[in-house]
């Protein structure tokens, strides 16, 4: 927890009475170009959190296209108009902020989703956490937040490129690499192979094809450990719930999407934002059976049939398996009582 005067290669977050937001990094003699004028670092460093700085004047002739004049035609305000005297206030920003700012070389989980992740796979202080695919960072540094110092992370991503942009973004934040964070590349199932049996208390899977993974997942986690995999597509989604039911060894699995609305609230003006962050993935959260018992399963009714594909049959095979398939769902009994009564209301008009 990052406390007192603002120091230089921090990074801090300007927010305007407008609510737009920039995030930058502190640097002596550095500025930060806004819309509204530059915002002189000097100024900012040794400030305290909650302070308010002002852009620095100029005239936008400083911003004209000197190599090719030609394109500022017909834009005199460039020439004339003064700008400067803004205000913004200064913060460290928030790990959620952060997360949506930093350099990215993948994309990232929204923070609903983190947040989500965090909640749903207890993850807390102190526990050994193996997560698959570091991509930009954003569910690493949650991640390695959330255990602390006293827990421990280890990251499996596979491209190179990606670990290195996530461990940079990671030593931003932290102001320096993590002591508690192992990070490797390599295939997940390579590498987990090297880890001992049962020797981490959560798994967190971002990958493509998370359900291709789970033997290697149950070999290296604790029993009654918690699983959680993020998946974006319903094709995904059916494919793990599959893998998890047919191997035996995971309970069923909880499936959530998380949708996120923002409120306005101005006196009597109460309404919700205009724009909503809609669908971005599905959480599926499993735990780890012990070794020699199989998952408690919930019998399906023998007359739904949920695994037959409808256009694969014929025609005379879809009759003949129309009960099967339910493609009715309603009993015999129940039908009979429906048409007598629509039988009586339709005999009472007549009358």
Do not use: C
Not at 148 to 153: A, F, I, N, P, S
Not at 219 to 225: D, E, L, S, Y
Request: zero cysteines; aromatic letters at 6%.
């Amino acid at each position: 927890m990052r406390r007192g005067p603002l120091k230089a290669g921090e990074k801090v977050q300007f927010t305007d009475r407008r609510s737009n937001k920039i995030t930058d990094q502190l640097v002596p003699g550095g500025v930060t170009q806004t819309s509204h004028g530059i915002i002189l670092h000097d100024d900012v460093i040794g400030m305290v959190e909650g302070s308010v700085v002002v852009t620095v004047s100029a005239k936008r002739e400083t911003q004209m296209n000197h190599e090719h004049p030609e394109r500022d035609a017909g834009k005199p305000w460039k020439g004339t108009r003064a700008i400067g005297g803004w205000q913004f206030a200064v913060m460290r920003p928030r790990l959620a902020d952060y997360v949506l700012s930093m350099p990215r070389g993948a994309q990232i989980m929204y923070p609903k989703d983190i947040a989500q992740v965090i909640q749903l796979g207890d993850i807390r202080s102190g526990m050994n956490v193996l997560e698959s695919g570091a991509g930009s960072g954003a569910m690493s540094l949650n991640l390695l937040d959330a255990v602390g110092e006293d827990g421990h992370l280890t990251t499996i991503e596979m491209r190179s490129e990606f670990a290195r942009v996530a461990e940079g973004n990671a030593t931003v934040y932290f102001g320096g690499r993590p002591a508690w964070w192992d990070l490797r590349t390599g295939d997940f199932d390579s590498v987990a192979a090297t880890l001992p049996e049962h020797s981490f208390d959560r798994i967190m899977l971002d990958m493509l094809d998370p359900w291709n993974r789970l033997e290697q997942a149950y070999r290296v986690i604790a029993p009654g450990g918690v699983l959680v995999a993020y998946v974006t597509t319903t094709t995904q989604l059916g494919r793990m719930a599959e893998a998890l039911r047919e191997a035996g060894s995971w309970t069923e699995p909880d499936i959530q999407e998380t949708l996120e609305r923002n409120w306005k609230a101005q006196g009597l003006a109460i309404r919700p934002d205009h724009q909503m962050i809609g669908h971005t993935g599905f959480l599926m959260v499993t735990r780890a059976m012990a070794p020699g018992f199989r998952a408690l399963r919930k019998r399906d009714r023998a007359t739904k049939d949920t695994t037959t594909d409808i256009d694969s049959l014929t025609p005379e095979e879809r009759a003949e398996q129309l009960e099967d398939l339910e493609l009715r769902d309603i009993s015999d009994r129940k039908l009979r009582k429906v048409l007598r009564d629509l039988d009586a209301q339709v005999h009472a008009i007549g009358e």
